[in-house]
């Protein structure tokens, strides 16, 4: 009898783990299923339907989830945002809270929830205390709240840590330097508050750490240098205040340092001797209120690749010494007080492809050595006191060369005719604010590549060439602050050979133009995002073409003699953000239609002949007396109430001038 019970025993075990097998491999723990369970329950919209498969009791089988093969604990939770298949990448979205109930999973060596975009709640404040393996944490992009939690700093064995892009705050607790195995920790785009712990100089494997992006305050901790192994440190873009630190200096192994986007002050103190920073190719230093002078030593960092020092206060020359940086490709000194001529070493670099020196106080001439810049795409000389006279034409036959930035560089006379001809198709050419004269050249129309054009605040006389309706890759035209006659239909017909217009800015205000407003919305130009006309002598009616512009934010039409009414078309223009129709000759009423521009925020209707009640409603009654002031026949809010007699509305008559 005890024999045939055995046996019993043994057949039914066998059944029970075969059911379990079938039913999802094994039978999920109780705490898993718990802590998985509790999850589901807190995502209310899951887009990519995993959730939705998450049913009976063998959750190793489920979408996202392994488990140990020995134990049959869950291990790791991969629900990440981005899903890939073999057609396409889409982004996912959960949205709902983190339940802290997910910590019971306590075996967890991975938890991937990162880029669900709708994911909110907090870090479970356990964590650290329940989830003793965890090795991967990635909660990005997500709308997390709340402080990272203390205990994340009993995660012994945690390697990479990926909050950023959330709405974490408080304080960075200190107990983060005791993650020992930790190599990657990125926090930025957070509204993490306070300063860097000095703990974090424990963080002795660390590879990358990126704070960018945070309301961070204080000083950089000068322990920081001690992380010897460090490769990659982001500070960028946070309230950082005090000098930088000299200990910086002794990271040897890093090559990328990024303290741009700060309240950072004081001189650069590194690097103080050879080398060091030797490794270091990507260095930003940008938006701070950085001082003194560029020091001769760093042509020591022979690594470097990219350097940004612009938007700070920085004075004197610029360092001959950069010339020995033979491997870099991008110099970035915009926006200082830097004076003298360019030393005549930078033509040795041969493999820089971007140099920006504009808004400083650089004197001319250039050096000829600079036409050895074999490789150089991207110029930007503008605002500096080079007083060029003439255009130099070793610039124009460059060979890489395709973006030309000279504004106020001080030439004189025609447009060279030498751009007609450059090695490399000219992208962008802007020469505004000099003192050019005669005409616009037909031979633009050569430059098909053509996609930024800048002529503006010059003394240009002739009519727009036909030949720019060529230009089909034309994607901003500055031509504002000129003497340029006859009609503007050229513009909007630029392109029209081909489906789509590539036209998104466009300002011809401030010259002496007449007629072609009747073209505005005609042909493929439906792309223009602003359009000035404003200061010219354009008369005659908007005609409904200029509805077809639905991607309008700006349209300035004032100070011109266009008169009739208001274009009702304008209404259908639901991006427009400002609208400046002053001091023309619009008569009639306000369209009602203008109710249904939401988006906008600037309005002047001021100096015409408008007349009747203004539409009762938001946007219009939110602007003031002066959208509306000068109009002697208008009346409602925000102007004063029309006048009733009966039950009909009497409007002020007009007034003789």
């Not at 011109?560 to 009414?565: A, E, T, Y």
């Amino acid at each position: 009898m005890a024999s045939w019970l055995l046996w019993l025993i043994f057949v039914f075990t066998i059944i029970t783990v075969g059911k379990g097998k079938q039913d999802g491999h094994q039978v999920c723990h109780p705490n898993d299923l718990k802590g998985l369970t509790s999850f589901k329950a807190g995502i209310h919209v899951d887009t990519s339907s995993r959730l939705a498969k998450w049913v009976g009791h063998g959750c190793c089988s489920w979408e996202g989830i392994t488990c140990d093969e020995t134990t049959g604990r869950v291990t790791e939770i991969r629900l990440p945002g981005f899903i890939s298949t073999n057609d396409f990448v889409f982004q996912s979205q959960m949205r709902g809270l983190l339940s802290p109930s997910i910590t019971l999973v306590s075996c967890l060596q991975v938890i991937d929830l990162g880029g669900l975009i709708g994911l909110a709640g907090r870090i479970p404040p356990s964590i650290g205390l329940r989830l003793p393996n965890l090795r991967k944490l990635y909660l990005y992009g997500n709308k997390l709240i709340g402080p990272v939690p203390g205990s994340i700093g009993k995660l012994s064995k945690l390697e990479e840590l990926h909050l950023y892009e959330n709405r974490l705050s408080g304080s960075l607790p200190s107990t983060m330097g005791n993650l020992k195995n930790l190599n990657q920790l990125l926090l930025y785009s957070n509204e993490l508050a306070g300063t860097i712990p000095d703990s974090f100089t424990n963080l002795t494997n660390i590879v990358q750490m990126d704070l960018h992006s945070n309301i961070l305050t204080g000083h950089i901790p000068q322990r920081i240098g001690e992380m010897q192994v460090l490769e990659k440190l982001d500070l960028s873009e946070n309230l950082l205040t005090g000098k930088i630190p000299l200990s910086l200096a002794n990271l040897n192994s890093i090559s990328e340092l990024y303290l741009d986007t700060n309240h950072l002050e004081g001189e650069i103190p590194f690097p103080s001797s050879f080398g060091q920073l030797s490794s270091l190719g990507f260095l930003r230093l940008d938006d701070n209120h950085l001082t003194g002078r560029i020091p001769a030593s760093f042509g020591n960092m022979v690594s470097l690749q990219r350097v940004s020092l612009a938007n700070n206060k920085f004075e004197g020359v610029i360092p001959s010494s950069l010339g020995n940086l033979s491997a870099l490709k991008e110099l970035y000194l915009s926006g200082n007080l830097l004076s003298g001529q360019i030393p005549e070493s930078v033509g040795q670099l041969s493999q820089l492809i971007m140099f920006n020196v504009s808004h400083n106080q650089i004197q001319g001439p250039l050096p000829h050595e600079l036409s050895s810049l074999e490789n150089l795409q991207t110029l930007d000389l503008s605002f500096n006191h080079l007083n060029l006279i003439s255009f130099p034409q070793w610039l124009a036959e460059l060979p890489s060369l395709s973006r030309i930035y000279c504004a106020r560089c001080g030439i004189q006379g025609e447009i060279p005719d030498f751009l007609q001809a450059t090695p490399s198709p000219i992208q962008e050419l802007d020469l505004s604010s000099n003192h050019l004269t005669g005409s616009l050249p037909a031979w633009l129309g050569r430059l098909t590549q053509l996609y930024k054009l800048n002529f503006s605040r010059n003394s240009l006389v002739s009519r727009i060439p036909v030949s720019v309706r060529n230009l089909q890759y034309l994607g901003v035209l500055d031509l504002h602050s000129n003497k340029l006659t006859g009609p503007i239909n050229n513009v909007f017909q630029i392109g029209n050979a081909f489906s789509d217009g590539s036209l998104t800015y466009i300002d011809l205000s401030d010259n002496n133009f007449s007629t072609g407003i009747a073209q505005a919305g005609v042909g493929s130009q439906t792309g223009i995002q602003y359009l000035n006309l404003s200061h010219n002598f354009l008369g005659g009616r908007v005609t409904t073409t200029i509805g077809r512009l639905k991607s309008l934010q700006t349209l300035d039409l004032s100070c011109n003699k266009l008169g009739f009414n208001l274009p009702e078309a304008l209404a259908n223009v639901s991006s427009l953000e400002k609208l400046k129709l002053q001091k023309n000759h619009f008569t009639g009423r306000i369209p009602v239609g203008f109710l249904k521009l939401k988006r906008l925020k600037e309005l002047d209707l001021s100096d015409n002949l408008l007349a009747g009640e203004i539409p009762a409603g938001k946007p219009l009654t939110d602007f003031p007396q002066s959208s509306y002031s000068g109009n002697k026949g208008l009346c409602g809010k925000p102007l004063s109430p029309c006048k009733v007699k009966g039950l009909l509305l009497v409007e002020e008559p007009l007034k003789p001038c």
